[in-house]
């Protein structure tokens, strides 16, 4: 089954386009976790536990976990590993290079961490993307319009009369892909989201920045015409609490989210 088709299906099932991000960081979890064996494997397990119910994906930013070197790898596979088997799991890796790199970074994340889909950087071009692009079970995400204030410097360079974000989801479209294909757009961009959705309307967005991000739910819900969507949320739900309710709260906070976004069939 195609890796869309996958999602499409853990969403409709529990009603969620919710996303949920892993972004761990050791001095931000609660006080009493942090001298722990495992400090970063045990939070995540509490948080994943706790939101499963209400999330249709995991976005696991990797820089987080390679940050503290074999021990955040082996936390990022151990946390990967609790994930149930239904819910759609993405390596927030923003990876690729020239074709022989790009097949090792593809073999790491898919085949070693066994992740549903990979987030990708365009900007070298088709070879440096092929190796993700070849595998037919898989997704793999590509940068086209991000929520960080320097997206502007290059995504919306004119060129030809369209920003340069637009040539990109048109030219990832004209190519021959196994995989699944989508798209990262940020959620403070939503008057451009609607404009994307005009020439992109069945791709799958994964779309950050809603919560700590200042995004807006109702305007990218809007903008975005009942296209195939993720809402990632991280920040928000991962530290609603910082005391040992911590698992409750990230529950209250992801059914929050879940019901925000809501969900039409």
């Known amino acids: 089954m195609k890796a869309k088709q996958r999602l499409l299906e853990r969403q409709k099932a529990i009603s969620s386009r919710l ?13 009493f976790l942090q001298g722990s064996e ?13 939101t499963s119910m209400h999330a249709s994906a995991y976005k696991i930013n990797t820089a987080f ?18 994930i149930p088997n239904e819910v ?12 022989n ?22 900007y070298m071009g088709y070879d440096s993307l092929a190796p993700f692009l070849e595998r037919e079970d898989r997704m ?21 009369g369209k920003p340069l974000y637009q040539h990109v989801i048109e030219r990832v479209l ?26 992109a309307p069945d791709e799958m967005l994964l779309i950050p920045g809603i919560g700590a991000q200042g995004g807006d739910i109702d305007a990218i819900m809007k903008a975005n ?10 920040r928000a739900i991962q530290y609603a609490g910082d005391s040992e309710d911590f698992g409750e709260k990230a529950y209250e906070a992801a059914q929050f989210y879940k019901e925000r976004i809501g969900f039409n069939t």
């Open 19 to 31: 996303c949920v991000g892993l972004d761990t960081e050791i001095s931000k979890i609660p006080p």
């Open 38 to 50: 495992s400090p970063i494997t045990t939070f995540n397990a509490s948080i994943i536990e706790s």
């Open 65 to 82: 976990y390679e940050q503290y070197g074999e021990h955040g790898w082996q936390a990022l596979k151990n946390t990967i590993s609790m």
């Open 88 to 99: 759609f799991t993405i390596a927030d890796a923003k990876r690729a290079d020239i074709g």
């Open 101 to 122: 790199t790009s097949s090792a970074y593809a073999r790491a994340i898919f085949d070693d961490l066994n992740c549903d889909a990979i987030t990708v950087n365009p």
């Open 140 to 160: 793999v995400i590509i940068l086209a319009l991000t929520s960080n204030p320097g997206s502007k410097d290059f995504q919306r360079l004119i060129s030809e």
């Open 174 to 199: 004209s190519w021959n892909s196994s995989a699944s294909i989508g798209f990262v757009i940020g959620a403070t961009h939503p008057d451009e989201l609607s404009m994307i959705r005009s020439y």
């Open 225 to 234: 015409a009942d296209g195939p969507v993720m809402i990632n949320v991280s």
